[in-house]
């Protein structure tokens, strides 16, 4: 395997693509062998950047036989970290947090939700995908009970802060954060921001070029 | 400005969080000047990297002054557009399509819901975001009537394709789709795909390097 810092963070965005495709190959269409050219065809990916993403990894597959299906699912699994089980609590019991427990795409990565917590009273004691919403105080306890190093934040944007750092005084290390604003953190922890206004804004973004090209062509 | 195929990927992604934080700056902290250096402080971005980001469309704030707050936001809103109104619909309206609509943010994006609908007749005439959910085959209308480019796609892996081609066929030109399937659509539209399982797959990835290189030394 190249140096891992030298991965680009492009590559390592597209292993679970990579990781899904092949999990579909296996237990739904029964495929045993797939070119690079089958694989980034389903995913519109080209067949180059597939067979450049997989080689910072080593060396799979056979130079125009192709990849065996099992074992290259395998080998991406190990590589994202996803062959194993991942103790997760969610902070935000509202919608989101409704949609993302319900997700079942999660548990394939390796996901295990262990913990739904919110600061509302009125949400405490609901279930949500199966699991009883208990408050924010009891967070510290399940997180050490249960080794839990993923923290997903689906709270409104006042409180995130506070429930970060609450996350990683009980032992979080990496989080997920929903709430549209930058968390600060210790070094050693990750965070994620899936910013959702930054996928609609992109879309507007192009549109608005589109209308303005049309403009000026018809000018 | 520069030519607009040669500005990066990142840049275009980053230029939400600048509007965003000077909209926060003008409306609620009542700031008129900021240097890239509080900017980018505010986001985690080097200013070196925000001046940079600004240069590719224009020449924007006074060395040794910074920038003039509502001057800035105000270029920025235009160069994404988010300075007129786009009507969108959504189609699914399960958990996270509710949690969609109640973003707050979108509206200050220049995003206006005008329909949502959903395939399940149990959803049909329920009220979600102050909207009347209604049934699919209505889309087109809705569409044509409120001149819709942009559609949002919440519902299950299985419909999302024919979803999409729905609403390409009854005029819109972009889509935000979070079903976790690619999409295959003509040239001329334009999809972003929010794969959530990318999130926490890349959440696992590093937690799990981290604890190999633990294992590692330890051992």
Redo the contacts between chains.
């Keep these: 395997m190249k140096d ?1 810092e030298s991965i680009p963070k492009a590559t ?2 597209r ?3 990579y ?2 495709c092949l999990d579909k190959l296996a237990n739904f269409e029964d495929v045993d062998v797939v070119s690079s050219k089958d694989l980034g065809g ?3 990916i080209p067949p180059t950047q597939v067979r450049k993403d997989l080689s910072y990894y080593g060396e799979f597959g056979r130079r125009g036989v192709g990849y065996d299906v099992f074992d290259l699912k395998r080998s991406v699994g190990k ?4 062959d ?1 089980t ?1 103790t997760t609590i969610l902070v935000g019991a ?3 947090g ?3 427990v ?2 079942k ?2 548990e ?4 295990k939700l262990v913990g739904v917590f919110d600061a509302e009273q009125s949400m405490v004691g609901n279930k949500i995908g199966g699991i009883e919403v208990l408050e924010t105080s009891k967070m510290e306890k399940v997180v050490e009970d249960n080794d839990v ?2 923290g997903i934040i689906t709270v409104p944007t006042d409180a995130a802060q506070e429930v970060a750092d609450n996350m990683i005084e009980a032992g979080i ?4 954060n929903f709430a ?1 604003t ?1 968390l600060h953190v210790p070094e050693d922890v ?1 965070v ?1 921001n ?18 303005k090209d049309e403009e000026k062509e018809n000018s």
Tied chains: 1, 2.
């Design positions: 891992r390592i965005e292993l679970p693509l990781y899904r389903r995913l519109g590589i994202l970290g996803v194993e991942w509202g919608n989101l409704r949609a993302l319900d997700y795409g999660f394939k990565m390796g996901m190093k993923l290390e990496a989080i997920w549209p930058r990750t994620r899936e910013d959702l206004a930054i996928g609609i804004v992109s879309l507007i973004y192009h549109l608005s070029w589109k209308k």
